[in-house]
């Protein structure tokens, strides 16, 4: 008896998976399009940002217009579609802003946590200075609300080192009997200190390290004696020197 030929049944069983795999994919793309379809729709918006400070308290710059202002024209999707990378590089460039998280909150929802800057300085280039050392472009009115900032002349690299020192060079200065009201770092990192109508205090290099400490411990020892003596109004302090300092005072009047 002749075996019978098994390819018609084959090709049936093909054609049938085929059937169900292409009917399969037809539906996934159907629902695909819907999701799609319904990601867009207005009701999935985002209708509302709202700023929180990172510590908890109150931001003092950044507000809900600027937010809204740095969004405008620069970012598109909604709730769903929204690419939070994006939005944080947008917000980012926002003045005052160090840092910044997002995330959202359904249904309509952006929470932007941000951290401002502080700022401690103006340098001469008319940016400021926060105490971490970064120079960010903002209203130096803004950031004088509380008093006037110091002013820094020195190169951008040295950005870092003098958010560093400031608070202590400040203090220091406040222990001699004046209020610092510049200071400038040299292309050589020389610093030098400018006091608001008192003398102008010149430090040198921080070589070897630890050595401006120990000049500004050395005037505090002893600049008291030193002024006594000269009896009169000092107007330049040199205390690059070794184991000393030197001061010039101003003429008296005739």
Excluded: C
């Excluded at 109150?58 to 809204?68: I, P, Q, S």
């Excluded at 910044?100 to 909150?105: D, G, H, N």
């Amino acid at each position: 008896m002749k075996a019978r030929d098994p390819s018609p049944l084959l090709s049936t069983v093909a054609m049938q998976r085929a059937g169900t795999l292409l009917t399969a994919v037809a539906v996934l793309l159907l629902l695909a399009g819907t999701v799609a379809w319904l990601l867009q729709r207005p009701s999935f918006d985002l209708r509302r940002i709202e700023l929180r400070a990172a510590d908890g308290s109150e931001l003092r710059h950044v507000n809900a217009n600027a937010a809204r202002a740095a969004m405008l024209g620069r970012l598109t999707g909604n709730f769903f579609t929204l690419r939070l990378d994006e939005a944080r590089r947008v917000f980012e460039s926002v003045p005052w802003v160090a840092t910044v998280s997002l995330r959202r909150a359904w249904p309509d929802r952006l929470i932007v946590t941000v951290a401002e800057h502080n700022a401690i300085a103006v340098w001469e280039d008319g940016r400021l200075l926060s105490d971490r050392g970064a120079l960010f472009i903002a209203n130096v009115a803004e950031a004088e609300i509380d008093g006037e900032l110091l002013y820094v002349d020195a190169p951008p690299r040295f950005s870092t080192e003098v958010a560093r020192r400031l608070p202590q060079l400040a203090q220091r200065a406040a222990e001699l009997g004046f209020e610092l009201d510049a200071v400038e770092v040299s292309d050589r990192a020389g610093w030098t200190l400018r006091t608001a109508s008192g003398p102008v205090i010149e430090l040198g290099r921080d070589e070897p390290a630890g050595r401006l400490d120990e000049r500004l411990a050395l005037l505090l020892a002893h600049l008291p004696t030193a002024s006594a003596q000269v009896g009169h109004e000092i107007q330049r302090i040199d205390a690059r020197y070794p184991q000393g300092f030197a001061v010039a005072a101003a003429r008296k009047k005739p």
